[in-house]
């Protein structure tokens, strides 16, 4: 089978992708994400008197903990398919690609299983993390001069 032929019967199953749409949910879903963000923020600062600094810390480890919870129940797929890049983009999407490769590997074990596959998926995003901010650290100091 020769490649156009290949992309004409794939053109037929594959189902069109509405850009726009997605684009709009994801920015309405992200943007909702940032407010429940910034309440657990405000709630922590005004009902428990938690400085900015470590607010800001502790809602980042909610968002986390609530995707890993909701990727254990195996529901975060199903809001994914729907919320699109509003939540696999965030922090939430690094917890479930962390959780999900935990999950599927737990019958290895903990060493072998959980812990030898805990970043598999999110290995990359470390890497490459931390190699820009190297880069861009670097110009920064050598440019700006720190």
Same mark, same amino acid.
């Given at each position: !089978? #020769? $490649?156009?032929?290949?992309?004409?019967?794939?053109?037929?199953?594959?189902?069109?992708?509405? $850009?726009?749409?997605?684009?709009?949910?994801?920015?309405?879903?992200?943007?909702?994400? /940032? +407010?429940?963000?910034?309440?657990?923020? %405000?709630?922590?600062?005004?009902?428990? &008197?938690?400085? &900015?600094?470590? =607010?800001?810390?502790?809602?980042?480890?909610?968002?986390? %903990?609530?995707?890993? +919870?909701?990727?254990?129940? /195996? %529901?975060?797929? #199903?809001?994914?398919?729907?919320?699109? =890049?509003?939540?696999?983009?965030?922090?939430?999407?690094? =917890?479930?690609? !962390?959780?999900?490769?935990?999950?599927?590997?737990?019958?290895?074990?903990?060493?072998?299983?959980? /812990?030898?596959?805990?970043?598999?998926?999110?290995?990359?995003?470390?890497?490459?993390?931390?190699?820009?901010?190297?880069?861009?650290?670097?110009?920064?100091?050598?440019?700006?001069?720190?």
């Amino acid at each position: !089978m #020769n $490649k156009e032929r290949y992309k004409q019967i794939t053109d037929k199953i594959v189902p069109k992708e509405d $850009k726009l749409k997605n684009g709009i949910t994801a920015f309405l879903v992200g943007g909702f994400m /940032g +407010l429940l963000g910034q309440i657990i923020v %405000f709630v922590l600062e005004n009902e428990f &008197n938690v400085p &900015n600094k470590d =607010a800001t810390s502790i809602m980042i480890v909610i968002l986390i %903990f609530i995707a890993s +919870l909701c990727t254990a129940l /195996g %529901f975060f797929d #199903n809001l994914v398919s729907k919320a699109k =890049a509003g939540l696999i983009v965030p922090i939430t999407g690094f =917890a479930h690609a !962390m959780t999900s490769s935990m999950i599927d590997y737990k019958k290895e074990g903990l060493v072998t299983g959980i /812990g030898a596959n805990a970043f598999k998926l999110t290995g990359s995003v470390i890497l490459y993390g931390v190699v820009s901010a190297y880069v861009f650290g670097t110009i920064r100091y050598l440019f700006f001069g720190g």
